[in-house]
């Protein structure tokens, strides 16, 4: 970690302006692993690739890693199986992939670099040998808005079978760097470049800091040698057994906080005692063996009125046991009812602990779900914490807020607290079951009034408290022109590019 913010002090000392060049690798730089291992598994998948095709190209490769065959004979090899098929079909395959599979991969120290070299107005790109069905949707989510990368031929909107010479590998990868560099009027010499590959020795040597970012072995004996930094993250790619226990025993700790506390439940009567003594101890035994410590602003929000709604920004598993070791006692929840289907015993457990769950594909009967949240509130003055994004994001970029919690706090009558979390992915992306050790940031915002609060208003109040996070968190904010909830099914989303455009140009705080 020490070396991750020499790297970031390194950038803050760097000069302001687009005239400083940042480039990163995407494979093993800026995610853990290969996007090409994914896509060709999905190729075989959808019958793009057959069972002769795949050991052809496993020939190649193997010939490319031998050195007996360069890189772009290796996606010629690649490119010809393609050959008729439509070029959208490949857009939307990488969208999916990238939902589903890499998202959670990225390094959350490389997205911290890049948001960094984002605050200080230096044009950032992505530099890959990859496609861009591969990078491209990497690029939006981290608002760069270049990438330079390897591209199939097309024709009437199909691949020939073809590659666009030169690739970019090795040589092709200066040449794309110094026309980037030419475009925006920068130099090279006074820019960054990050990367874990020897492959990319001749544009690290271009460059004025190089910077080897999880670096294989040659790469990080050539990097000491030269005196050039080397840092190495262990945020993501394959756990270990210790990180594999300490999951099950964190995820299991549920359950056995819950039966500590019926023994108070039957001495005092008092379920409320039960949950709440139960709850704290889940925050502090799960916290304890994941090994999860929270820096907290704005604590004293959290206690200045309740009974109150609180909602929060939802990015990981994590964020139960983040929100637990926040609010600690006099709190119930909602949880989507997939959960109480498919983990039945765990499902009972947080029921038992006062949580409500909802079909979150049944409008009509979340609506009445909410309806004993009022009683909670009103009789029992507990708060309900509530994730009004309704699931997990695959970044820390938000999605759409839904109205429930909102309607919650209006007719409860209790005010809303905002609890922005900034790096919970860090602990555990969406998809991921192994819970690492990190320091998440979290701010707790002022109380919103709701008193004046009504249906004719509401949309206005969504947004309102949904650019309170978007500032937090240095994203864009929605206008009045965009409409909040998702299942109004009227929002108007910009282009991939123009969101992440216009999310690169807002402040953005590191993770």
Not at 259 to 268: K, N
Not at 279 to 287: E, H, M, N, R, V
Not at 474 to 485: H, K, L, P, V, Y
């Amino acid at each position: 970690m020490n070396h991750v913010k020499q790297l970031l002090n390194d950038i803050e000392n760097a000069p302001n302006g687009s005239r400083i060049v940042a480039i990163f690798d995407f494979d093993g730089t800026l995610i853990a692993g290969y996007s090409a291992t994914v896509f060709v598994r999905e190729q075989l998948k959808r019958g793009d690739l057959s069972v002769r095709q795949f050991l052809e190209l496993m020939r190649a490769m193997t010939s490319f890693g031998l050195g007996t065959l360069g890189f772009s004979g290796m996606m010629a090899i690649n490119a010809q199986f393609l050959r008729g098929i439509e070029e959208k079909t490949y857009d939307e395959v990488g969208k999916q992939l990238y939902t589903k599979k890499i998202a959670r991969l990225i390094f959350p120290e490389s997205r911290a670099l890049v948001e960094a070299h984002q605050a200080k107005g230096h044009t950032v790109a992505i530099i890959s040998s990859a496609t861009r069905y591969q990078v491209e949707h990497a690029a939006a989510d981290l608002g760069i808005d270049h990438v330079l990368c390897t591209h199939l031929a097309i024709e009437d909107g199909r691949f020939t079978g073809g590659v666009v010479s030169p690739t970019c590998f090795g040589p092709g990868k200066v040449e794309a760097a110094e026309a980037l560099a030419e475009e925006h009027h920068a130099d090279l010499n006074k820019s960054f470049f990050y990367s874990d590959s020897t492959d990319d020795l001749l544009l690290l040597k271009r460059v004025g800091h190089p910077r080897a970012l999880n670096p294989s072995d040659r790469l990080e004996r050539i990097a000491r040698g030269r005196q050039w930094p080397v840092t190495k993250f262990g945020s993501r790619g394959r756990p270990t057994l210790a990180q594999f226990i300490r999951s099950i025993a964190a995820t299991t700790s549920m359950v056995t906080s819950f039966a500590a506390g019926l023994p108070i439940y039957a001495l005092t009567g008092s379920k409320r005692e039960s949950q709440n003594f139960s709850f704290s101890l889940f925050a502090d035994t799960a916290s304890a063996l994941v090994g999860i410590d929270l820096d907290v602003s704005g604590e004293e929000h959290l206690w200045s009125q309740r009974p109150a709604v609180f909602v929060f920004n939802h990015q990981s598993k994590a964020d139960v046991i983040v929100i637990a070791k926040l609010l600690r006692r006099d709190i119930a929840g909602v949880g989507k009812k997939e959960i109480k289907n498919e983990t039945p015993v765990l499902g009972k457990v947080m029921e038992l602990g006062g949580l409500v769950f909802i079909d979150r594909a049944d409008g009509k009967s979340a609506i009445t779900a909410m309806k004993p949240l009022i009683d909670v509130i009103r009789n029992e003055k507990k708060s309900v914490v509530i994730a009004p994004e309704g699931t997990r994001t695959i970044s820390p970029t938000m999605a759409a807020f839904k109205k429930g919690a909102f309607h919650l706090a209006m007719q409860a009558g209790v005010p809303m607290v905002p609890i922005v979390i900034y790096n919970s992915g860090d602990v555990a992306p969406k998809g991921d079951f192994v819970l690492r050790s990190a320091t998440v940031k979290v701010e707790a915002l002022p109380p919103v009034d709701t008193r004046e609060w009504s249906l004719k208003t509401m949309d206005t109040h969504v947004r309102e408290v949904r650019n309170m996070f978007a500032r937090a968190l240095g994203q864009s904010e929605q206008t009045a022109a965009r409409a909040i909830d998702a299942n109004t099914k009227k929002k108007v989303a910009s282009k991939p590019k123009e969101k992440a455009k216009a999310a690169s140009k807002q402040p953005r705080k590191n993770s």
